[in-house]
Structures are given as structure tokens and as C-alpha cells.
């Protein structure tokens, strides 16, 4: 069972009298049950992140260094404007990840279409390795504009890597992490990662 919570910080008091009548009002409590969930979830969490970046970065570098990516959004490559300052307020560079796939919109939902054991969601931070693509799937009933102005751009695609064993290819008794994904454009984009276990396949 998948437990998202947030927590609100104020800076002064003031603004901390503001919202605490709303909280109460609104009665955002977790019941017991919940409150246990979270607090055994938080046990295994660390382990669960450092093993969801260490993936999370062998993918982006992969990513980065295809053909068929014109561009990554990942805090943990060199090539990102904010890398060094990352590495000043972060751990880590966490296991979310954005990426744009050439072909535009179209291509975007082949890609996806393609996927056979990445699970097709629009949620993050679990430990199943998650994709979108935002202009065919959240943002799909609004126009190109629309998108753009939100930033939300033809070729982007959303990942939250999970805490599945990346290995090398070679393995034959070990699933594709992502299925072959031929493109009418030119050639295939093929991941070189496996994993351990099987995911859920999406759909099912």
C-alpha cells in the first residue's frame, strides 16, 4: 500500500495561526492505521533511496547518451545547470527524472504503448519504476499551447525510478526493464537494464 504524506513548515508564528484553524477544520489526521504505515514505511526509507538513486542514475546516463533523447532533466548528470548546487543541498539527486523523446507527441505515445513492464502511472516515489507522458495523459485535454505555457512540452515523459536490481544485459533468465521499443524514425531504443523481479505490467 502506497502512503503519501506531506508535512506544512512555517517560518513564523503568524502564518502558523493562519493555517491551524484549517487544519482543524479540515481534519487532515491520519487514523491509526495510517499513522503505523508511515511510521514503518519510514524505517526501510533510506535504504529505499539510496537504492532508487543509484538506479535512477545509471538510467539518466543512459538516457542522456542515446540517440533517440534530444534532452534529461536529472540533477545527478554534469550536464545539469543546477548539478553543483544539488550537491550542496542534497544527499543525493533523488530518483525522479524527466527526459524528451524525438518524434513529438506521437512518438511520445508509441514509446509508451511500447512499454511492457514499466508500470504506466502518474504517481512518483514508490518502489516500482513509474512513467507518463504528460501531453497524451494528464495534460492530453488541454492544446499544445496550453501545454507549453505550463511547460509541459510535446516530447517530455516522466520517470520515478524504483528499487528494482539494474544488471547488465547477458542474463537471459532476468526481464528487460524496458521491452525492445522500435521507432518508424530510425533504428530502436533499447535500454541496457534488467531487473531481479518482474514489475507489475501496466494495464494488468
Request: aromatic letters at 6%.
Amino acid at each position: 500500500r502506497l502512503m503519501v504524506r506531506q508535512v506544512i513548515v512555517t517560518k513564523t508564528k503568524d502564518i502558523d495561526k493562519k493555517l491551524r484553524p484549517m487544519m482543524i477544520s479540515m481534519g487532515p489526521c491520519m487514523d491509526p492505521n495510517q499513522a503505523f504505515l508511515v511510521r514503518r514505511g519510514l524505517k526501510t526509507l533510506p535504504l529505499r533511496i539510496e537504492k532508487a538513486q543509484a538506479t535512477a542514475i545509471k538510467v539518466a546516463n543512459f538516457l542522456e547518451s542515446h540517440s533517440k533523447v534530444s534532452w534529461v532533466a536529472f540533477p545527478g548528470l554534469k550536464s545539469h545547470p543546477q548539478h553543483e548546487l544539488s550537491k550542496t543541498i542534497m544527499k543525493g539527486p533523488g530518483c525522479m527524472m524527466s527526459f524528451g523523446i524525438k518524434g513529438g507527441i506521437d512518438e511520445g505515445r508509441r514509446f509508451l504503448n511500447s512499454l511492457k513492464l514499466c508500470v504506466l502511472a502518474v504517481s512518483l516515489g514508490g518502489v516500482e519504476t513509474l512513467i507518463q507522458h504528460p501531453a497524451s495523459m494528464t495534460h492530453a485535454k488541454l492544446s499544445p499551447e496550453a501545454r507549453l505555457q505550463g511547460g509541459v512540452s510535446d516530447d517530455l515523459v516522466r520517470l520515478s525510478i524504483g528499487i528494482e536490481e539494474v544488471l547488465t544485459l547477458g542474463f537471459q533468465h532476468w526481464i528487460c526493464f524496458w521491452n525492445h521499443y522500435v521507432s518508424p524514425l530510425s533504428g530502436a531504443l533499447l535500454l541496457p537494464l534488467v531487473i531481479s523481479q518482474p514489475l507489475r505490467v501496466a494495464g494488468a
